[in-house]
């Protein structure tokens, strides 16, 4: 079993920043994608950023330009440095990662219980 533990959400005013953690832990071969999604009240989960085990990123074009996803693979940990937050940024933020647990599994996918990140207008 793999867990997910997301933190850094919190309130912060327009223009400001914030910087999400997830790490994961558990019965970990290999860590693949990993990725940050947020829902707001009354919309659909969406994709905010992901990035390879390698390091290459996919940005929604929301946040392309604000948002910066990083990994520490030694520390399976994934961040969000989120910069000049918006009310519309406003969200409860989901950690995703796709876990190998052995050589011989298939991959799964796996979710962190959500961090909350209001920001008003």
């Known amino acids: 079993q793999v867990q997910l533990v997301e933190s850094g959400g919190g309130l912060v005013q327009a223009g400001g920043s914030l910087r999400l953690s997830c790490a994961a832990s558990?019965?970990?071969?290999?860590?693949?994608?990993m990725a940050w999604y947020r829902q707001a009240p009354g919309k659909q989960r969406e994709l905010v950023a992901s990035?390879?085990?390698?390091?290459?990123?996919n940005y929604a074009d929301s946040v392309k330009g604000r948002f910066t996803i990083s990994r520490d693979n030694a520390k399976n940990t994934v961040y969000l440095q989120m910069n000049s937050l918006k009310p519309e940024d406003t969200a409860v933020y989901y950690c995703?990662?796709?876990?190998?647990?052995?050589?011989?599994?298939?991959?799964?996918?796996?979710w962190g219980p959500g961090t909350q990140v209001t920001v008003p207008s």
């Open positions: 995703n990662a796709k876990v190998q647990s052995t050589w011989y599994a298939v991959e799964r996918n796996y």
């Open positions: 558990g019965s970990i071969f290999s860590l693949n994608i």
């Open positions: 990035i390879t085990s390698g390091g290459s990123t």
